[in-house]
């Protein structure tokens, strides 16, 4: 298409030129000269031709050489600021370099939109962490300035001091969160992978937060029985958190009575996948892409009550993709939530 538009224009050019010569001939032979119309016609007719031919061939080999040459000008002043290579120095075609720079102009376009949405992303990002900060910060320093004013009753002395601590562990917890999920951002963060009995593990889960289930009268259960040890490679104390945090999850938004089931499907080949259903308070389909990113929270407000740091689905995030592995989530509101995740079965 572009090619046409510039043969095109190359021979609109070449026929003006044409015509203006020829009628400068015609000019000049029968007004200056006086010659009968007759004795130049067919002499100019050729002429005519023939000039049309040069012309439209110097001319679009001219406008090429000079579109080509600024062409390559601009590239000089562009890639210095791009990665991209044109290949103008190959071929020497007005298509070809036309479609570079369409290309180019596009690339750009995806690194400026790509520039914004992470502009926004760190935006919002330093915005929630002020905030998740901000709350126990604030609690602290109310409890230290009090007892600084001077308490004389030390019950009460003690239950302030214990508000403090309370304040401080919630401030540690938010930044080791934030610590393990940057490690694993940056890849520092290391898997020790052995061989281990995952329903060990699940069991251990099951104990260590047997207390914060009968809280709410919820109950933590296997679908079937498994009399059989299942042993996974994998980081046995990451995956210990994988699922304490999905469990400790199906607790704070579960309903009273609730129950939370895990099963273990083995998947063809050496795969095992691990599923954590609740009844709990489900969630929208809206806010499942976005679940599994930093500090996201389905009600802002109420959810923050419940005392996580929302880091908790993306440190599980972080952890199954390290290991190479898949996490999936459906839920439905007022139903109930189903996290899932892969690992691999140790067949020695
Ligand atoms: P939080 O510290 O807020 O629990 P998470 O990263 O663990 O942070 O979870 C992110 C959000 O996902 C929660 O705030 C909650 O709204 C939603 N969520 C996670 N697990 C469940 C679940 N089992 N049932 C309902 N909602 C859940």
Redesign the pocket.
């Known amino acids: 298409m572009e090619r046409f538009k510039f043969k095109k224009a190359s021979f609109v050019s070449a026929l003006l030129v044409t015509v203006v010569v020829v009628l400068l001939q015609f000019l000049f032979f029968f007004f200056f000269l006086k010659l009968p119309i007759s004795q130049f016609s067919s002499m100019l007719f050729m002429e005519f031709i023939v000039l049309l031919i040069l012309a439209y061939i110097l001319l679009s080999f001219s406008f090429e050489r000079f579109l080509i040459n600024r062409v390559r000008e601009l590239y000089k002043s562009l890639i210095p600021t791009t990665s991209f290579t044109p290949s103008v120095g190959q071929s020497e075609d007005i298509d070809l370099l036309t479609t570079s720079l369409k290309k180019l102009n596009s690339d750009q376009n995806l690194e400026i939109e790509l520039l914004k949405k992470e502009q926004s992303y760190r935006r919002e990002f330093i915005g929630n962490l002020a905030h998740e900060l901000k709350t126990p910060l604030f609690t602290v320093q109310g409890y230290v300035l009090t007892l600084l004013d001077g308490i004389e009753d030390k019950k009460i002395v003690k239950k302030y001091l214990k508000q403090t601590s309370k304040g401080v562990d919630r401030l540690i917890y938010i930044i080791k969160d934030l610590d393990l999920i940057t490690k694993f951002e940056s890849g520092m963060a290391t898997l020790d992978q052995k061989p281990f009995d995952i329903i060990a593990v699940i069991e251990n889960v099951f104990e260590l937060l047997e207390m914060q289930a009968s809280e709410n009268k919820s109950v933590l259960k296997f679908d079937r029985e498994y009399p059989e040890p299942l042993m996974v490679y994998a980081d046995e104390e990451r995956i210990q958190q994988v699922l304490t ?2 469990i400790v ?2 607790l ?3 309903v009273e009575r609730g129950v939370t089931e895990v099963s273990l499907e083995v998947l063809k080949e050496d795969k095992i996948l691990i599923r954590i259903a ?1 009844n ?4 929208d389909e809206e ?1 499942l892409p976005r ?2 990113e930093r500090f ?4 802002k407000t109420r ?2 009550n ?9 440190i ?1 995030k972080h952890i199954i993709e390290a290991h190479g592995e898949k996490i999936f989530v459906e ?1 439905e509101a007022k139903v ?2 189903e ?1 899932s995740f892969s690992l691999t079965l140790d067949r020695n």
Do not use: W
Request: aromatic letters at 12%; glycine letters at 22%.
């Open positions: 945090n999905l999850n199906s704070k938004y579960g609740d709990g308070e489900g969630i806010h679940l599994f996201y929270r389905v009600d959810n923050r419940q005392g996580g740091s929302g880091l908790g689905l993306a599980v839920s109930g939530s996290f």
